[in-house]
């Protein structure tokens, strides 16, 4: 059975920093990885997909990567703003049909 | 676009009562899902449906019934709320299976007294 945990379940940087969040997951046999922004009330706002056949994903300040054999991927957030302040979510496939979620890292970033 | 859009945004219930929750997606995507999100647990799979006409369980269906009533519009129904479904509901599209990208709407928040 999948699962899927992110590492640290909250972070606080000072604006400015490049800055790392982590996903693992435990059955590598996925379709593909996606990295997902929440604000508080709102819905999940995609950022990357990354498909299982890719190594990483690129988006403005945004990159996320995927290594399937060790089952991790990263978001790297260079130059961080205050307006990226938001819980991060990955999910990641489980068979044909079912996507798991991870429970999120909320991330502040200090002005 | 509007993308996907749900309603109502909010709602409160008492127990027993029944309600359906709507979900419609204007980008004509083939599979559509409904999440619950709990504090500390993430989001979870209630029921799918990966083409007009079909639907299946996901991780917690209990107590949960689907509509997908065309390709733009899949519903979900609780007949006999329970405070164990308050909850936020999510519901997504893609455009195929799980080889793409999953859009959402902005949520429904039910409250079950």
């Known amino acids: 059975k999948q699962e899927v945990t992110q590492i640290p379940a909250a972070l606080s940087v000072p604006e400015g920093e490049n800055l790392v969040l982590n996903c693992s997951f435990t059955?590598?046999?996925?379709?593909?990885l996606q990295w997902f922004r929440q604000d508080p009330g709102k819905g999940l706002t995609s950022l990357l997909l990354?498909?299982?056949?890719?190594r990483e994903q690129t988006s403005g300040r945004l990159n996320a990567s995927l290594d399937k054999s060790s089952g991790r991927s990263t978001l790297y957030i260079a130059a961080s703003q205050p307006g990226d302040s938001a819980t991060y979510l990955c999910a990641t496939t489980s068979g044909t049909y079912k996507y798991i979620f991870g429970t999120g890292t909320r991330l502040k970033v200090l002005a | 676009n509007a993308g996907v859009t749900q309603t109502p945004k909010f709602q409160v219930l008492k127990t027993g009562q029944s309600m359906t929750l709507q979900c419609a997606q204007d980008m004509n995507h083939n599979s559509m899902y409904w999440y619950r999100q709990d504090p500390g647990m993430g989001l979870r799979l209630i029921y799918y449906s990966a083409s007009e006409g079909t639907t299946d369980k996901g991780e917690v269906p209990n107590g949960y019934n689907v509509s997908r009533l065309n390709k733009r519009e899949f519903s979900l129904r609780l007949e006999s709320a329970a405070p164990s479904q308050t909850s936020v509901y999510f519901c997504?599209?893609?455009?195929?299976?799980?080889?793409?990208?999953?859009?959402f709407g902005p949520g429904t928040r039910l409250t079950v007294l």
């Open positions: 990354i498909q299982s056949s890719q």
């Open positions: 997504a599209s893609s455009e195929t299976d799980l080889r793409g990208e999953q859009f």
């Open positions: 059955d590598s046999a996925i379709y593909n």
